[in-house]
């Protein structure tokens, strides 16, 4: 005796919502698309499958990779958070936009830096001369 098991993915694609049957048996998966329209309530999915799944038109059966057992979600979000710092999000077009937005983060944090430097030398100037001038009259 074979096992059998099904899944129902309800989605939006835009315009309309979509759902989609997966079928599998015997380490081979056959799936359908369904267009549902406005937003279906879960009663509605219900009756759906009662009454409509047996005249669904499920594709040919393709090979299915093994499901791996039950792993730990907290694991999981190491090993993902992991390699996310290891190789960073995106394409590479990406990674080079964040690299040359931090590049330019960086020249921007010097030349704040320096402008900041020349008033504070400028403000000392000025209070030198101002110090001079009061002891020039006298």
Known sequence: MSKVSGRLTVFFEEPFWAGVF?????????????????????????EFVLKQYGRLPFGPAVAAAPKEGGRNPKRIQRE??????TTGIGTRSQQ??????????????????ER???????????????????????
């Open 22 to 46: 997966e079928r599998l048996s015997e380490g081979r998966v056959s799936v359908c698309k369904v267009t549902f329209g406005a937003q279906p309530k879960d009663c509605q999915v219900y």
């Open 80 to 85: 993902a958070r992991r390699q996310v710092q």
């Open 96 to 113: 080079a936009l964040k690299l040359q937005q931090e590049q330019r983060k960086t020249e921007r944090k010097a030349a704040s830096r």
């Open 116 to 138: 900041r430097e020349a008033e504070k030398e400028r403000r000392f100037a000025l209070k030198q001369q101002k110090k001079k001038e009061k002891h020039r009259g006298r």
